[in-house]
């Protein structure tokens, strides 16, 4: 080394280079980019920074796992004839860094110099479509990989299916995966959790099934999380349970992450009383996401006060709630018109300085609007920084909750004129003003326009919502035309509104139809059997109305408060 630095010209001997390569490497794996520049700047005065490929390659790494990727590119820059390791090098270090944009400029510049691409600068540039859910270069890359033969590469092949998987490609992810002559466990992990993140939560289960099937389970958390995301969304609580044995097996019980997953599990599957054990299980283990994973359970089945002990409990615990534990508590206690609990709340969020989060905001305005002080409301929504479509959301549904179909309408309009584009819920909720406000061309208008004009494909709700709309204002003949025209069938909300509006109506032949598709898809109502009944008395029909009510006696059925 001494020799060399009385060198200033002229590249340094093998035995140097790999010397300087060494210390390069130990620069990057402890971030000391400090030593990592005097190191650089003795190869510049020696000249080998532009000469030593070798060199220049170990330069591009160092700099990018200190997260100085502009340096890195500098370096990059000055090389005369970078080889394939230099490309894949930049590629690789751009992806790290988070830059993915400029990683696929790099790999598309990489092959306009006709440069041969490896399978690892494939692989990091597939990371980098995925990281931006941009298909078209991802399928490009696909097309590369295929005709380079990479495309059966184990890291290349996983890379692609979780590129695809995370564009909610999932057909093209599956035939990525099916291809594969062999998978490891990251491979199945990356299958499992683009399965449950794109909503087939059935297929993520058949597929962790199948990786136990082949022995892979066990060596990656990571992949109990995946199948504890989708379990819970099944609300599959035996699922569930029988993950928690192979985690517990595995030795994962206590990792913060695994405990997490399987708390919120348990809490969407209803299953509190396990939620709460897992908590347990490491006493000083409270968090923010287990804590909040308890509250959102609680309220889901109306457990407010639980909830709120919880809550207390995690402020014990030395715990900070975040904006979803506030949002969650929130919604809680405008479920239950709850007003000084909410106003209690509203103090801590000012408090902590997220009264500018819009979730936050969204909630605050929706829980007082929902008991009932619009003005407060309102004037909430106009304080909030930024209005987003949650923001949004939730003004158009305190004016529908309180039958302000016009103010709705009007914020409707303002929200569009913002920029901010509409989704399903804020037509659900215009939707529902328009009706309670009897709004019915204003609604029809509002729901034609969805796809026309938002290019948003109306669902089950959507529909439901024309129905009750038609069912309110008494024109029953042509909810029964619309009805037939759906191109979806009602759901059990769009049969109810139908027959609480054939029983005020008196319309025995309709309310009959509603009734028997509504006791398909919800035989323990026994509203049905009330409207019904109800229906037959209206007309008259004795007999009729006695036989149902016989048939509730005889059932056990109680008759429980009607609906309209």
């Known amino acids: 080394m001494g020799k060399l630095r009385g060198q200033n010209t002229g590249p340094p001997a093998a035995a140097a280079s790999l010397r300087f390569a ?3 490497q130990s620069c990057g794996r402890t971030g000391d980019i400090r030593r990592g520049r005097a190191l650089h700047a003795r190869l510049l005065l020696t000249g080998a920074a532009a000469t030593s490929t070798f060199l220049a390659n170990h330069l591009i790494t160092m700099y990018s796992y ?4 502009a340096s890195a590119v500098r370096v990059f820059g000055v090389l005369p004839r970078p080889n394939p390791v230099s490309w894949t090098t930049l590629v690789s270090g751009l992806v790290q860094n988070s830059m993915h944009h400029d990683a696929l400029a790099a790999f598309a510049a990489m092959r306009r110099a006709h440069v041969a691409p490896t399978q690892f ?6 990371r980098a479509a995925a990281a931006l859910s941009a298909p078209r270069p991802g399928t490009q890359l696909h097309c590369i990989g295929t005709r380079f033969g990479f495309d059966t590469e184990l890291f290349v092949a996983s890379n ?12 093209e992810a599956c035939r990525v995966f099916d291809q594969m002559p062999h998978r490891d466990a990251v491979t199945w992990t990356t299958m499992i959790d ?6 087939s939560l059935k297929a993520a289960i058949l597929a962790f099934r199948d990786m136990k099937c082949e022995g892979l389970v066990g060596a990656d958390q990571h992949v109990f999380c995946s199948a504890l995301s989708a379990s819970g969304g099944l609300k599959d609580g035996w699922f569930g349970r029988s993950l928690h044995c192979c985690i517990i097996k595995a030795g994962f019980e206590l990792e913060t992450v695994v405990r997490n997953a399987l708390l919120d599990m348990y809490a969407k599957s209803g299953d509190l009383e396990s939620a709460s054990r897992v908590v347990k299980i490491d006493p000083g283990g409270w968090n923010v996401v287990s804590g909040t994973s308890l509250i959102d359970g609680y309220i889901e089945v109306d457990r407010i006060e639980e909830a709120l002990e919880t809550y207390t409990e995690l402020g014990r615990q030395g715990v900070e709630p975040n904006e979803f534990t506030f949002a969650s508590m929130i919604k809680g206690c405008a479920m239950q018109d709850l007003l000084e609990q909410g106003a209690q709340l509203h103090a801590q969020v000012i408090k902590t300085s997220l009264i500018s989060d819009s979730f936050v905001g969204s909630t605050l305005v929706y829980m007082y609007g929902k008991c009932g002080l619009i003005s407060l409301s309102l004037q909430l929504f106009n304080e909030i920084g930024y209005h987003s479509e949650v923001a949004w959301n939730a003004v158009i549904n305190v004016y529908a909750q309180h039958g302000h179909g016009w103010g709705a309408i009007q914020a409707f309009d303002r929200m569009t004129a913002s920029g901010i584009r509409p989704n399903h819920i804020t037509f659900v909720c215009l939707l529902t003003a328009c009706s309670h406000a009897g709004l019915v061309d204003e609604g029809l208008e509002y729901f034609y326009s969805m796809k026309d004009a938002h290019g948003i494909e109306p669902k089950e709700e959507h529909y439901s919502c024309i129905i009750d709309m038609y069912g309110r204002a008494g024109r029953l003949d042509e909810a029964e035309k619309f009805i037939s025209e759906m191109p979806v069938k009602p759901n059990a909300y769009g049969w109810c509104s139908l027959l609480g509006a054939c029983r005020m109506r008196g319309n025995k032949e309709l309310g009959e ?3 028997q598709n509504l006791m398909k898809l919800d035989p323990d109502n026994t509203g049905i059997h009330v409207s019904l009944s109800g229906i037959y008395a209206s007309l008259g029909q004795w007999e009729d109305a006695k036989s149902v009510r016989k048939l509730m006696k005889d059932s056990s059925i109680k008759n429980l408060p009607g609906f309209s």
């Open 22 to 24: 060494a210390l390069l």
């Open 121 to 126: 600068a494939l692989s990091s540039a597939a």
């Open 513 to 515: 139809i509603a009734a």
């Open 160 to 171: 692609l299916a979780d590129m695809y998987s995370k564009c909610g490609l999932l057909d």
């Open 66 to 69: 200190c997260a100085d990727a």
């Open 194 to 199: 683009g399965y449950a993140k794109n909503g």
